[in-house]
């Protein structure tokens, strides 16, 4: 089927290496950001959040951190999986916007076995 | 368990015909959301819904039209579909604001406008 992870930027790591994705923001007044992974044929899922009175954000085996200084969010992945194969994006909700996001365009990430 | 379900999957259709793509959430959302995602574009939002009777334009809306007569449904329709929205439509819902504004994402539904 088709691909969405065509034409995106593409990060390639070895099974069992730390990943990093990282993604520039566009509005100052954002004030939470979400990362999702989409995996081939399915629908973006939600993997981890953070709000803007955060600097980092921890889950199971991902986390987050956000720089405001500088408008960029990070999304680490330890022990990548072949599992975790898939197009991750961000997405930010500006303050005042009615629950309205903004995604990225995506990266595609693609584990090594 | 509550969930967002999308219908059809794939639908391959002829340019002209009206089309109406389906979407039901039983989360008991206020806000329902459709985008279309395209090679190079990522997310782009038709129309979205922050409630019953409640529809709003986005960014890509020209061509598209949605009805909320209910909290779990958003129809998507098309009324005279053009190859340009040959796409992958997919439809999201979240809380009201006041707290969370993480969207829950459908399957999605491959749309072919021949």
């Known amino acids: 089927g088709e691909s969405v992870g065509l034409h995106l930027p593409t990060l390639s790591v070895q099974e069992g290496d730390n990943s990093i994705i990282n993604c520039a923001y566009s509005?100052?007044?954002?004030?939470?950001f979400i990362w999702y992974k989409q995996e081939s044929g399915k629908g973006p899922q939600f993997i981890i959040d953070i709000r803007s009175n955060m600097d980092k954000r921890q889950g199971q085996r991902v986390t987050v951190l956000l720089n405001k200084t500088v408008k960029h969010l990070s999304l680490q992945i330890a022990a990548t999986q072949p599992g975790d194969s898939a197009v991750y994006f961000c997405?930010?909700?500006?303050?005042?916007?009615?629950?309205?996001?903004?995604f990225g365009k995506g990266i595609t990430l693609s584990v090594r076995p | 368990d509550a969930e967002i379900t999308q219908s059809p999957r794939h639908k391959i259709t002829e340019t002209g015909r009206q089309v109406t793509l389906a979407c039901h959430q039983t989360w008991n959302h206020n806000n329902m959301f459709w985008y279309r995602q395209d090679l190079g574009h990522g997310l782009r939002l038709i129309h979205y819904s922050y409630g019953v009777q409640d529809t709003n334009k986005g960014e890509v809306s020209d061509g598209y039209s949605v009805s909320r007569s209910n909290t779990e449904d958003l129809p998507l329709t098309l009324e005279s579909a053009a190859s340009s929205q040959t796409s992958v439509y997919f439809c999201?819902?979240?809380?009201?604001?006041?707290?969370?504004?993480?969207?829950?994402f459908g399957p999605g539904t491959r749309l072919t406008v021949l």
């Open positions: 997405a930010e909700n500006t303050a005042g916007a009615n629950s309205k996001l903004t």
């Open positions: 999201a819902s979240s809380e009201t604001s006041g707290g969370s504004d993480t969207q829950y």
């Open positions: 509005n100052s007044a954002s004030d939470y």
